[in-house]
């Protein structure tokens, strides 16, 4: 079997999440060289293989088996894959099966590596994630089994295989903010306390500022307002309280406490309330890391681009990762139809990206 026939076989499984449809089992009787060991809470199910080859680093492959679901729009049946034109149409095609398939296919393959190799599965990722690999990492933490380094294979390219690496993410804070008033009457406005009127002047020092001047590795993190609401849909009365809802994509450089602090500094005259809720956390890989180095070089060696180092986009489990000091990077196919109807990616991609995983491996301590 080859990578184009299991990553086939992968798309055939309808794990739409948290469901893995039987392909962790698949998986595990694929690479039967290696060790397994199931965490599963909640109905999930989170898959660690392992193979020590002797005493060295430990190099960790990740990823997620389940998908979204499927929609409506398709041509096909999308979870029937169909090759058409040089592309696979399945849903998860892009997000993330070729590149489960990628680097299982080179860990099938692999016979020597000077230290230890494994690989982490998680069947909710697109999910909540709650009981996905952050559960796995806590045990391998337990044994004292956490990986050096990490390549969790989602798909990051933006236009061209082999043009973008993430070394990092954003964290993610959500804000809401309530401004309390007075509620009356249209036409005696001096008698009620309009909420509206109040965040009017204020309103410009909060859409779309920047909280910090970013970095090398991040862009400035922005707070991003998301919605305001107040009143009752009629014209005659003022509002008693409004609530606006925002976001920041924030950068190392942000933090809840800093933000807080911002909006304290504007609001401190009003009747306001503030609550910060984080889903996610910033992170960055430096980029002088093994794993940054080894990968860029394997990148260029395959396809002669001169990778890029990226933490735009959203979040994903390697934000995990790096929260239990796990240098890891993302590296995938181009995301051009993710969760989109006829997702697909091409043949061509799936074996670069293969033979670029095979290349890291097979030099990461050479």
Not at 174 to 182: D, F, H, I, Q, S
Not at 347 to 358: D, H, S
Request: with cysteine.
């Amino acid at each position: 079997m080859n990578v184009v026939d299991l990553l086939l076989k992968l798309l055939s499984f309808e794990s739409i999440t948290p469901d893995d449809a039987g392909s962790l089992q698949y998986i595990e009787t694929y690479l039967d060289g290696f060790e397994a060991t199931y965490v599963n809470k909640e109905g999930v199910k989170n898959l660690f293989l392992t193979k020590k080859f002797s005493e060295g680093p430990h190099l960790c492959f990740a990823g997620h088996v389940d998908v979204v679901p499927a929609g409506d729009g398709w041509e096909t049946d999308p979870f029937v894959p169909v090759i058409k034109n040089g592309n696979i149409y399945a849903r998860g095609t892009q997000d993330m099966k070729s590149g489960v398939a990628a680097f299982v296919q080179v860990l099938k393959e692999i016979e020597t590596f000077q230290g230890r190799l494994s690989i982490l599965l998680t069947s909710d990722e697109e999910g909540e994630a709650t009981y996905g690999t952050v559960i796995m990492l806590e045990y391998l933490k337990e044994i004292a089994l956490l990986p050096d380094y990490c390549i969790v294979a989602e798909p990051t390219c933006e236009t061209t295989f082999g043009d973008a690496i993430k070394i990092g993410r954003r964290g993610s804070i959500n804000g809401y903010l309530t401004v309390n008033g007075r509620q009356g009457h249209a036409a005696y406005p001096e008698k009620a306390v309009n909420p509206v009127h109040q965040i009017a002047p204020l309103l410009e020092k909060i859409a779309g500022v920047n909280l910090d001047s970013g970095d090398d590795d991040f862009a400035p993190s922005q707070m991003v307002i998301t919605d305001i609401r107040g009143g009752m849909e009629v014209t005659n009365v003022t509002p008693s309280s409004l609530r606006i809802m925002f976001n920041v994509r924030n950068s190392t450089k942000t933090t809840q406490e800093e933000i807080k602090i911002h909006i304290e500094t504007l609001f401190k005259d009003l009747d306001y309330s503030l609550e910060l809720t984080q889903g996610s956390y910033p992170f960055v890989t430096t980029r002088d890391s093994k794993i940054v180095k080894q990968l860029s070089k394997s990148i260029e060696t395959v396809t002669g681009l001169e990778t890029k180092l990226s933490t735009a986009g959203g979040t994903s489990d390697a934000r995990f990762m790096g929260a239990f000091g796990i240098d890891v990077v993302e590296f995938g196919v181009i995301n051009d139809t993710i969760h989109a109807p006829n997702e697909r990616t091409s043949i061509e991609e799936v074996e670069k990206l293969y033979t670029v995983f095979k290349e890291t491996v097979t030099h990461f301590n050479a």
